[in-house]
């Protein structure tokens, strides 16, 4: 993850004509803003119950073609089911879609029985049509994280029948088996998007394609679809009314993104929103933790922060799609460089100072929380310690002197350039107040080897563009890798890197190695899982000695919520997890939620305002920007 994001009432009889009829695709679209009643058992006479969540960060997307931020998966999880869903107890997999897969006996081919009892929010039903649809829209449209999962897939995905769709992979695999949920793809409904890659798009919007659709309003099979949003200050959901599961205690979940955190921190305090998502700032959300009636969480999530080096964006082998592009600095493409800055930054000084102790110091990209196994962790001579005195030698050793005498380090006279200094631009992310905390610390120990950095804070979705664009040098950055390895270890192969600067992909270091990329197609067709954890572990050790990333620290999601306003969270892994889950379909806590007074009307009552109303509040009480929705499976804001 990668990364920091995305009304209407159905009137029956007239959608259900125009669909039967084959009419406009904009009556699928044109569900009302007033709520969600029909079907739900919901009493119109009541005050509607309105969960209330907010961030500091910002989204990429609210379609699941082209969003790649954390936040983003917040909104998808209420109105998509997973093939395969993560356990809310302990990411085990579990049936979701999906009721059983059948193997062949050469495991290269997969077929998956589907559900025959959903039905999308605008009344059409789910079959194995949509479930084929959208593996071969993602697969065969460059879906930013969803074509991750399905590069092994040979030729398109095919349902026989309403009820099994099946399909066959180049190489044996248990990837697709069933055993993990490997299939993070969120399914969509193939009579919306099939509309949309014919540019029928609902109010004109622009662009009108698959991944250009702004999917607002939304259709979804889950208890929530999204009704309205407005970037950067709201996101609002609203009952399915043909949502047939549990019937969930609230009625409305409303986002609102916030301009940091001090903001964030006290519209908590103030009762103006019962959550707050990814408190990148420790010492705030440590003063929360006095505060009546608010708990505080420092979750265990798979998730870690690291040092970006554009190993060659301008410079790495143009294979596949990829197109040299960018300016990045060509001492980066030096292994010896990036090792020298690893040695020199002291993750155990940055959790003491920035993360307070929250945190774990990093080394390896699959973090503590992972599939059993998976993890390698160096050991002895193998761990890169902080020694400033050794990376200085080794820059020695390797020709970088500082000629001039004024403290900066140049490339080595038999280099491609000759004399440029060592002067790195450096990106953090604004929204995410722990990497601006590291900037200085960081900086200084650089200075220390003989490298100048220049520190910008940007926007994430900005330094998403920047990096696509390959017109960065570092950066720092967060990911929320799956449970299973292969996800994160996929983001370092060479057909990951973003291709021509305007492209995402998921490989922002540029990092291509041959060797690696041959062992990443190994491990994902080794049956036996002891021999794949051997060469995940291989994969995981050239990654900490190239160092493409510099792996920061492992944080926890630091979170809070109100006591005496709603009930119910659902942490994902059970024990110290995310009280919003985070990694499901059709998350439990959406079902679970419900007002401390349920009955009463008192919660529902004061947050039964309207998002827009909210808004003139906040600026009119405390002047501030409001913004709302995000980030990168990475955290982005996440970030994820």
Not at 31 to 53: L, N, S
Not at 149 to 155: E, K, S, V
Not at 436 to 452: H, S, V
Request: aromatic share 12%; proline share 6%.
């Amino acid at each position: 993850m990668g990364r920091g994001t995305r009304v209407r009432m159905f009137v029956a009889f007239v959608l259900a004509g125009a669909i039967a009829s084959g009419v406009l695709i904009q009556a699928a679209f044109g569900q009302e803003t007033t709520g969600a009643t029909g079907g739900t058992g919901q009493d119109e006479d009541r005050e509607k119950v309105v969960f209330t969540w907010g961030s500091a960060g910002e989204t990429s997307s609210l379609n699941p073609m082209s969003g790649y931020l954390a936040l983003d998966f917040y909104f998808w999880e209420p109105q998509y089911y997973l093939l395969i869903d993560w356990a809310q107890k302990d990411f085990s997999a579990e049936w979701s879609l999906a009721t059983d897969v059948e193997v062949s006996p050469d495991a290269k081919t997969f077929t998956y029985t589907i559900r025959d009892n959903l039905t999308w929010s605008d009344g059409v039903p789910l079959t194995a049509d949509d479930v084929a649809y959208t593996l071969n829209l993602y697969k065969n449209n460059n879906a930013y994280l969803p074509q991750n999962y399905l590069t092994q897939i040979d030729g398109d995905v095919m349902a026989p029948d309403a009820t099994h769709i099946e399909f066959s992979t180049v190489e044996p695999t248990t990837l697709y088996a069933g055993n993990v949920p490997y299939l993070y793809n969120y399914i969509l409904p193939k009579h919306i998007f099939e509309e949309v890659e014919k540019g029928n798009c609902p109010d004109g919007q622009d662009p009108c394609t698959a991944k250009g659709f702004d999917n607002v309003p939304s259709v979804g099979a889950g208890p929530f679809y999204i009704a309205e949003a407005e970037q950067g200050e709201f996101v609002r959901m609203v009952r399915n009314p043909y949502w047939e599961g549990a019937e969930p205690h609230i009625d409305e979940i409303v986002y609102r993104q916030f301009r940091n955190n001090d903001a964030l921190a006290e519209a908590l305090k103030a009762g103006e929103i019962d959550f707050a998502y990814d408190l990148t700032a420790p010492n705030i959300f440590n003063s929360l933790k006095d505060e009546p009636n608010i708990a505080t969480v420092a979750a265990s999530v798979p998730l870690f922060d690291y040092f970006n080096m554009n190993t060659g964006s301008a410079y790495g082998p143009e294979t596949g799609d990829f197109k040299q592009h960018g300016d990045g600095h060509p001492a980066l493409t030096d292994p010896v460089v990036r090792r020298a800055i690893r040695m020199a930054i002291d993750s155990q000084t940055l959790v003491d100072k920035v993360w307070l102790g929250y945190a774990t110091p990093g080394t390896s990209i699959i973090p503590y929380v992972s599939a059993a196994g998976a993890r390698w962790e160096p050991t002895g001579d193998e761990v890169i310690s902080f020694d400033i005195e050794g990376a200085n030698q080794l820059l020695e050793d390797a020709g970088y002197l500082d000629t001039d005498g004024d403290g900066v380090r140049e490339m080595p006279a038999d280099s491609t350039d000759p004399g440029r200094p060592l002067e790195f631009r450096y990106f953090v992310r604004s929204s995410d107040q722990t990497t601006i905390d590291a900037a200085p610390f960081i900086q200084n120990w650089l200075r220390d080897i003989g490298i100048e950095t220049n520190v910008e804070a940007v926007s994430t979705t900005r330094l998403g563009d920047i990096e696509n664009a390959g017109e960065f040098d570092l950066a720092h950055w967060s990911w929320f890798p799956d449970i299973d390895p292969d996800t994160a270890l996929g983001w370092f192969i060479c057909d990951a890197r973003p291709p021509d600067g305007k492209t995402y992909d998921n490989n922002d270091s540029y990092y291509c190695n041959p060797e690696y990329d041959q062992m990443y197609e190994q491990q994902r067709a080794e049956l036996d899982l002891d021999k794949r954890w051997d060469i995940v572990h291989q994969m995981q050790q050239i990654l900490y000695q190239e160092e493409p990333y510099a792996i920061l620290w492992y944080p926890p999601l630091l979170e809070a919520y109100r006591t005496d306003t709603f009930t119910g969270y659902k942490p994902q892994p059970e024990i110290n997890g995310d009280p919003l889950q985070g990694y499901s379909g059709i998350g439990e806590v959406w079902l679970s939620l419900r007002p401390v007074s349920e009955g009463s009307g008192a919660a529902a009552e004061t947050r039964g305002i309207p998002a827009v109303v909210w808004i003139a509040i906040a600026a009119a009480v405390l002047g501030i920007v409001l913004i709302v929705v995000l980030r990168r499976r990475r955290l982005g804001e996440e970030d994820v």
